[in-house]
């Protein structure tokens, strides 16, 4: 009787199952979900639960690491993510103005469909949208050798003509998987930029996230981020989406400069704070000649000038 | 239990203690593998006789209490545990002061424990050096530039009988690291990590010399290979998905 008491304690609800499974695919390193996925089955051997926890976890890993899927007649990408999100399974891709059908658990894109009117911007928006697109495509072939970008609206796309604001959204992301050299990683960044028609200006809020994840014989995982804020005059939309690229490309740009900075400080500041290269007397330490240190602490306790 | 250690080597490092003890509610009957298999963060203790931190690990526990290397005594206090012999113990003794010196040296601070014992199968003993270390600025880091870090390692040394003067040790080394920046100009920078490597040596001369070199040789090949390997691959591979370029010299406007 106590036995099966025990047992009963130990044994995990359905609903703790799902949490954990949720947990585990949640924080699956960029572009291993799937492996993830496949370990975490045989764990957890309860498939209902891992459906259950998958129905839940794949779409919200899909919009925060912003995948990039093909269309199935190979005619352009979408980006999964709340920006392109017109339910929880179809995403809008505004240059080709179609809407892909992707299912999440298997991370693909089954079915397009033409968008319909009401889901794309008015013809005024459409020009200053379209134009950033451009710029922003231009600008991320020359950066990124894998890059994929997309430009949205997520506020005032109703709008016809000046007088009101509005609010475009850049994301740019790259993913690179090579599990058979045991590493993987990914670049996301989100331009958020607002159109002030009153004041005649354009506010810029940008986010990058990179990750990295190396594995042989090992896990080390390298996750940044950083945030900035930039502004620009309201102008025409290729002067201003002119210049709304090179302010993208000069933080991106200044982004990758300061990481190149963190990496060159590890070895030397920043890594010497966990464990020095040499102790403080830089010379190797004198194994044969511990006496030495039994000796000096017996004086400093005798003197009482221990620490 | 591959799959288990299979979702460990990819979950992030500093979530380590949280997927250990969700795997082990999902596979109790797999937990004591998953224990000796999985490295997870150390814990420390404060040793009241000696006003000392102690590290704990499965090697000074006995039911719920830890044993402390500075005044040998159980934390909560436990009867009948177990203790090292006397001779094994004078041994512990020395190799935790002498620690505590070499700790001092490569990491400016931290704790650090010794724990020996006897091995039930072989004639020989085991021995466990433990370090542990916040270098964040507002513990341990003197140069202040770590908004959290922390390094851990785990040295287990299997020491085999003496035979003519010589003794076989086997080194097993984890080192779990932790280390994030903040500035206001590049954001947040976080690196994580944990590896595990292993050494054999035979030799003549005194233990705690043997273990202490031994130890010292692997801890500098660990910390080489984190800073140069795994942290280099990690920059590789951000370096592939946007390859740095020249800032533009001017720009348009402000």
């Known amino acids: 009787m106590a036995d099966e008491e025990d047992h009963q304690e130990t044994e995990l609800s359905d609903n703790q199952k799902i949490d954990i499974a949720k947990w585990f695919l949640l924080n699956s390193p960029p572009g291993e979900i799937q492996y993830v996925a496949k370990d975490l089955r045989s764990v957890l051997r309860d498939d209902n639960a891992y459906q259950m926890a998958a129905s839940e976890a794949f779409p919200f890993y899909n919009k925060t690491h912003i995948i990039s899927l093909q269309f199935p007649d190979r005619s352009g990408d979408v980006l999964v993510s709340s920006f392109s999100e017109i339910s929880e399974d179809e995403y809008l891709d505004p240059r080709t103005a179609q809407v892909g059908k992707i299912d999440h658990v298997k ?11 009401e889901e794309l911007p008015t013809p005024y928006i459409e020009e200053y949208r379209c134009a950033l697109d451009a710029e922003v495509c231009k600008y991320v072939a020359e950066a990124y050798p894998k890059g994929v970008c997309s430009v949205y ?39 958020n930029i607002e159109f002030m028609d009153e004041l005649q200006t354009v506010e810029v809020r940008g986010k990058m996230q990179v990750g990295a994840h190396y594995f042989e014989e090992g896990n080390v995982q390298l996750e940044a981020q950083h945030e900035c804020k930039d502004s620009t005059m309201f102008q025409s939309p290729d002067d201003s989406s002119f210049s709304l690229a090179n302010i993208i490309r000069h933080h991106e740009t200044e982004y990758m400069s300061s990481l190149e900075t963190s990496y060159s400080n590890l070895p030397d500041s920043t890594f010497k704070d966990l464990r020095r290269k040499l102790p403080v ?15 000096t602490r017996d004086i400093t306790k005798e003197l009482g000038i221990e620490k | 239990m591959e799959a288990a250690l299979g979702l460990m080597r990819r979950i992030p490092p500093k979530h380590t203690e949280a ?13 004591s593998d998953l224990l000796s298999q999985v490295d997870q963060p150390l814990q420390v203790l404060c040793d009241v006789d000696s006003a000392k931190e ?13 044993r402390s ?33 070499y700790r001092d040296q490569y990491y400016e601070g931290g704790t650090s424990s010794v724990y020996l014992w006897e091995d039930d199968e072989k004639e020989g003993f085991l021995a466990c050096f433990l370090i542990k270390k916040d270098g964040s600025k507002y513990a341990h880091g003197v140069r202040g530039y770590l908004n959290e870090g922390g390094w851990d390692a785990i040295h287990l040394i299997e020491v085999g009988p003496e035979v003519e003067g010589m003794a076989d040790y086997c080194l097993t080394s984890t080192v779990m690291l932790s280390m994030t920046t903040d500035h206001e100009n590049s ?24 273990m202490g070199k031994l130890i010292e040789e692997i801890e500098g090949k660990l910390r080489y290979s984190l800073d140069q390997v795994y942290f280099g691959k990690t920059k590789e591979m951000i370096w592939t998905l946007r390859p740095p370029t020249e800032l533009p010299s001017t720009r348009l406007l402000p």
């Not at chain 1, 007397?281 to 000796?295: A, C, D, G, I, V």
Request: glycine fraction near 6%; proline fraction near 7%.
């Open chain 1, 107 to 117: 991370q693909i894109c089954t079915d397009i469909r033409p968008a319909k009117d």
């Open chain 1, 153 to 191: 609206c997520i506020s005032g796309k109703d709008v016809e003509e000046p007088g009101s604001d509005f609010e475009l959204v850049v994301l740019i992301t790259a993913t690179r998987l090579s599990p058979q050299n045991f590493c993987n990683g990914s670049w996301r960044s989100i331009w």
């Open chain 2, 69 to 101: 290397p500075w005044s040998n005594k159980y934390h909560p206090p436990l009867e009948g545990g177990l203790y090292p012999s006397p001779e094994l113990r004078t041994l512990e003794i020395e190799a935790n002061e002498v620690f505590s010196v």
């Open chain 2, 19 to 31: 997927a250990l003890s969700a795997l082990v509610s999902l596979l109790p009957s797999y937990s």
């Open chain 2, 187 to 210: 954001g947040t920078f976080s690196l994580s990590g944990s590896i595990r490597r292993q050494a054999e040596l035979s030799v003549a001369d005194g233990h705690l010399a043997n």
């Open chain 2, 54 to 66: 102690f590290i704990l690990c499965d090697y000074n526990r006995d039911a719920d209490s830890y």
């Open chain 1, 281 to 295: 007397t830089r010379t190797l330490f004198p194994w044969h000649n511990t006496m030495q240190f039994s000796l």
